[in-house]
């Protein structure tokens, strides 16, 4: 008997909760209780895995798990070349070099012969590597912004999203790394066996992001200024337009990105339209 697909998340950290959300607002039917190491999904031939951050790309990559989503930053960390489907637009944060607010050091360059201390070893000596910047690399498990203060190195490479935490310590970003957000990966073996199951989950995530990023305005409007409204609204392809029973009315329809919503109204007033409409949009299959 064929077991059921498995996807691997994280069990701690910042991208639990976004990722069981997007999973929900997909349409996935779960519980997943505090301390679970599986969830069954109930409309969809798959489980949930939960399993440590660093280790989802090594479960997709050896076939434990034939999906999974993690940091592009573990996936670049690892070296791995596991096929990654999409990235999933949450999660974002920069691997960024700092040093603290008292010290010199403006650049990189200037931490030649130095020690730099991070959690992210291979992504970090490849950056000096390539830059020919000479620096010894310090491995550390975690809490990267203490290294200054105890005489670890001179430098740190972590990962910031806020710049609270290197606030806090004292710290000081000087230049960037890597970039990184949540990412779904899939195992390259199980992508040509389930590739039509793959696709429908993809899809289903990708329907659930876009919708996330836009909203649906309808509006009534002059039919003779609708020209303007239509440089106003591209929408997706052009706006919907619908004849109203009011002579020379119409009604406009159309998908625009939620961060324009704001500043798109009051031109939208001023071309003539009323009874506007902002409505959120569930999925979005482009």
């Known amino acids: 008997m064929t077991r059921r697909l498995r996807l691997a998340i994280p069990n ?19 519980e997943a209780g505090e301390g679970a190491l599986v969830a069954r999904v109930q409309n969809f031939d798959l ?37 990654q489907l999409r990235k999933l637009g949450y999660g974002r944060c920069r ?18 012969g130095l020690r730099v201390a991070t959690s992210h070893v291979n992504l970090t000596r490849r950056f000096f590597e390539r830059r020919s ?13 203490v290294a200054p203060r105890l005489g670890l190195a001179e430098a740190i490479v972590d990962l910031v999203s806020t710049g609270s935490t290197m606030v806090v310590n004292g710290l000081r970003p000087i230049e960037e790394v890597f970039e990184s957000e949540a990412v779904l990966l899939a195992n390259a073996a199980a992508q040509k ?29 002059p039919k003779t200024r609708l020209a ?15 004849p109203l029973a009011h002579e020379g009315m119409i009604a406009i329809h159309s998908v625009v990105e939620a961060d324009a919503v704001w500043s798109l109204l009051p031109r939208l007033k001023a071309a003539g339209a009323s ?7 569930e999925k979005l299959v482009l």
Not at 56 to 83: I, W
Not at 139 to 145: I, L, M, N, W
Not at 229 to 241: A, H, I, Q, R, W
Not at 275 to 281: Q, R
Request: proline share 7%; hydrophobic share 50%.
């Open 228 to 242: 303007e409204f239509e440089d106003l609204l591209p929408g997706l392809e052009s706006p919907s337009v619908i």
């Open 275 to 281: 009874g506007i409409l902002i409505l959120p949009i």
């Open 193 to 221: 066996v389930h590739g039509p199951v793959f696709d429908s989950i993809q899809t289903m995530l990708s329907a659930t992001l876009a919708a996330r990023d836009r909203k649906y305005l309808m509006m009534n409007a």
């Open 12 to 30: 701690k950290g910042r991208l639990v909760d976004p990722t069981l959300t997007l999973l929900r607002d997909a349409g996935l039917v779960f």
């Open 47 to 83: 489980d949930i895995l939960f399993v440590r951050t660093n280790d989802v790309t090594e479960f997709v990559n050896d076939g434990v798990a034939e999906l999974g989503v993690t940091g592009l930053d573990l996936v670049a960390e690892a070296g791995s070349e596991v096929p």
């Open 95 to 112: 691997l960024t070099i700092a040093v603290p607010n008292d010290s010199p050091f403006r650049a990189a360059e200037d931490l030649a």
């Open 133 to 145: 910047i000479p620096v010894r690399v310090v491995p550390v498990s975690g809490a990267a912004e």
